[in-house]
T-cell receptor, first 115, second 115 residues
């Protein structure tokens, strides 16, 4: 069975600092994808970044980068130069490329950016 | 703007009643998934429809049912509502079962409160 673990229920970070949100995963599938989503209080799930299990390089999207360590089964999200608008819930998630598009989510980390 | 719209955005129902939630997928997307997100939790997979057929189901009782229409829009029906059904219900659309990466788009969700 697939599982996502996010061990940080909440984090407080000073504006303009970099922040790392932790994520570990477990799966027996050889081929899978890892996602990070941002969820503001409005509820919408906003896609941030994706990493395929066979991708050789870590994914980057603007200020977001995914630190993918396959042997450790970790997929941490790094946000550089944090902004007040980054305050939200962040979910790590995964899906198997061998099955349907079902996404397994972690419990999330609430990020607070302090001015 | 993901192109996935859900309705209604908020609703209140009484225990024992039935509810129908609707989702309009992004144009061209033939797969729709529904998720339930209880307060303080990550989203949980309910079921997925691919070309009008159910294509996988999570650990939810049969009183959770769905439909996908020829235009790929979808409905989630919940019968005999219970207090624990109070949650944010998210719809996600994608192009094909094996097509992941960043082509899974979420709507803004329907907030259901059962009293």
């Amino acid at each position: 069975a697939q599982k996502i673990t996010q061990t940080q229920p909440g984090m407080f970070v000073q504006e303009k600092e970099a922040v790392t949100l932790d994520c570990t995963y477990d799966t027996s599938d050889p081929s899978y994808g890892l996602f990070w989503y941002k969820q503001p209080s409005s509820g919408e799930m906003i896609f941030l970044i994706y990493q395929g299990s066979y991708d050789q390089q870590n994914a980057t999207e603007g200020r977001y980068s995914l630190n993918f360590q396959k042997a450790r089964k970790s997929a941490n999200l790094v946000i550089s130069a944090s902004q007040l608008g980054d305050s939200a819930m962040y979910f790590c998630a995964m899906t198997s490329m061998n099955r349907d598009d079902k996404i397994i989510f972690g419990k999330g980390t609430r990020l607070h950016i302090l001015p | 703007e993901t192109g996935v719209t859900q309705s209604p955005t908020h609703l209140i129902k009484t225990r024992g009643q039935q509810v129908t939630l609707r989702c309009s997928s992004q144009s061209g997307h033939n797969t729709v998934s529904w998720y339930q997100q209880a307060l303080g939790q990550g989203p949980q997979f309910i079921f997925q429809y691919y070309r009008e057929e159910e294509n996988g189901r999570g650990n939810f009782p049969p009183r959770f049912s769905g439909l996908q229409f020829p235009n790929y829009s979808s409905e989630l029906n919940v019968n005999a509502l219970e207090l624990d059904d109070s949650a944010l219900y998210l719809c996600a659309s994608s192009l094909a079962r094996k097509d992941i990466q960043n082509t899974i788009y979420f709507g803004e969700g329907s907030w259901l409160t059962v009293v």
